[in-house]
């Protein structure tokens, strides 16, 4: 990137900072200089100026839970192609959930890493081969470097979750868990509804949420002493965020925080082409009503976290009818500006809010500081919500086939990333 002056880009430094307009300069991937020491470098070295109004410099995205199964030889995505992506769409930081080919349930399965400023975690397995039949080794797990526990997509049997949280081995590293029990969902993948009627999908009834998101309630109210905090992953159901409000009112310990995909907020039953990708995902996806609800609770703090949730699948597997593919949706590139058009543009939220929902929330819920913008500091980005893009053309894609907005071209990119240092979308001086 050599340098670059920024004139008038919009500023946003850290979860306790408004947004503000700034000149700033930037040099090898770094923030080098703020204000009339920016300007005076600039001028110094003779730098043209870029002019940045409009443009957003904000700290690097989290993504609390993906999915990566062979990072090594890997046809759906491999731990380079995902590294690559991700961090070029700005996510500074991506935790892996533990299913993978050879789970990542022992010490020796947790020595998956990135190269700085790129910052890649692993969640630790509840259970072996997360299979929820016995437990996994949590503490040899823990002292391996995972940053928390976690199980697949859906709740481990209660009397085993019990005594894992009774034996408090996780200490104070949070567990995740999905409210999700795949013996009730009939099959289905689309939530009751009457749009789901109509194009006659296999329905999933939202019991097979609420049910095991009110003995995950219960479990938590109980606050067993030296157990693992709670983590909630992928709520779907306007039925599951009325249940958390309802928690709230009543509960003395504090209520678990959770996280939903960021694919919920976007697609529902009634608003998606019979014919495009996106339908198949766990959990199910729901109604307008479920998206409706989801938004506002996660404008109103009751979802913590927006989640990626990137699940890769490949070109063969998705040659497959609907019903008979594995399920998911991949994308870290398309988060940021599909979300920007739909809450910031569309509803009015802040840039705080946004940034609430797709960094300082999904830190919190992994246990770790905010981001926030430092002078050397190349965990950063510089987002455009005007520039458009063909995302065929996008030399930084995943190997993934299963995005779904890659066939659609998109408003609103990230131009550069301290976390890739020779990526520049903008343009020249």
């Known amino acids: 990137m050599s340098a670059r002056f920024l004139r008038q880009v919009q500023l946003l430094e850290g979860p306790d900072q408004p947004l503000r307009s700034e000149d700033v300069l930037l040099r090898d991937g770094a923030i080098a200089a703020y204000g009339a020491e920016a300007r005076q470098q600039a001028a110094r070295e003779g730098l043209p100026t870029l002019e940045a109004q409009g443009w957003l410099l ?3 995205l989290v993504d609390p839970h993906s999915v990566l199964e062979d990072p090594i030889n890997g046809r759906a995505e491999t731990l380079a192609t995902l590294v690559r992506s991700a961090a ?14 050879s789970w990542r349930d022992r010490p020796e399965r947790l020595q998956l890493s990135a190269a700085a400023p790129f910052e890649l975690l692993l969640w630790g397995s509840f259970s072996c081969g997360g299979r929820g039949e016995e437990l996994a ?3 040899d797990q823990l002292a391996a470097g995972a940053i928390g526990l976690a199980e697949d997509g859906d709740l481990p049997p209660l009397a085993l979750l019990e005594r894992g949280l009774r034996l408090a081995e996780g200490g104070d590293r949070p567990l995740l868990l999905a409210p999700r029990d795949p013996s009730l969902t ?13 194009a006659g999908w296999p329905l999933d009834p939202v019991v097979s949420e609420t049910l095991p998101l009110q003995s995950l309630l219960t479990l938590a109210a109980q606050a067993l002493p030296e157990a693992s905090p709670l983590r909630l992953m992928n709520l779907s159901t306007a039925a599951g965020v009325g249940q958390l409000r309802q928690a709230a009112a009543f509960m003395r310990a504090d209520l678990p925080l959770a996280s939903v995909g960021w694919w919920h907020l976007l697609a529902d039953s009634g608003r998606l ?15 307008p009503s479920d998206r409706e609800a989801l938004i506002a609770a996660l404008a109103e703090g009751l979802l913590t976290a927006v989640a990626v949730n990137h699940h890769p699948l490949d070109a063969e597997e998705q040659l497959l009818p609907v019903d008979q593919r594995q399920s998911g949706v991949a994308g870290h590139r ?6 920007w058009r739909e809450l910031v543009v569309g509803r009015g939220w802040s840039v705080n809010d946004l940034w609430q929902a797709l960094s300082w929330g999904p830190s919190r819920l992994l246990g770790r500081p905010g981001e926030r913008l430092e002078l050397g500091g190349r965990r950063w980005l510089l987002f455009n919500p005007d520039q458009e893009w063909d995302p065929q053309a996008d030399l930084e894609a995943p190997l993934a086939a299963n995005e779904p907005l890659a066939a659609e071209r998109q408003r609103g990119q990230v131009l550069a990333t301290g976390l890739r240092a020779s990526l520049w979308r903008g343009p020249l001086p």
Do not use: M
């Open 137 to 139: 080794p949590h503490g």
């Open 334 to 339: 398309f988060v940021l500006p599909a979300l």
């Open 273 to 287: 082409d019979p014919v495009a990708e996106g339908w198949h995902v766990v959990p199910s996806l729901g109604t």
């Open 88 to 101: 070029a769409a700005g996510y500074g930081t991506v935790a892996l959930l533990p299913r993978a080919r």
């Open 186 to 198: 009939q099959q289905g993948f689309v939530r009751e509804g009457v749009e789901a009627l109509r």
């Open 58 to 60: 904000a700290p690097a």
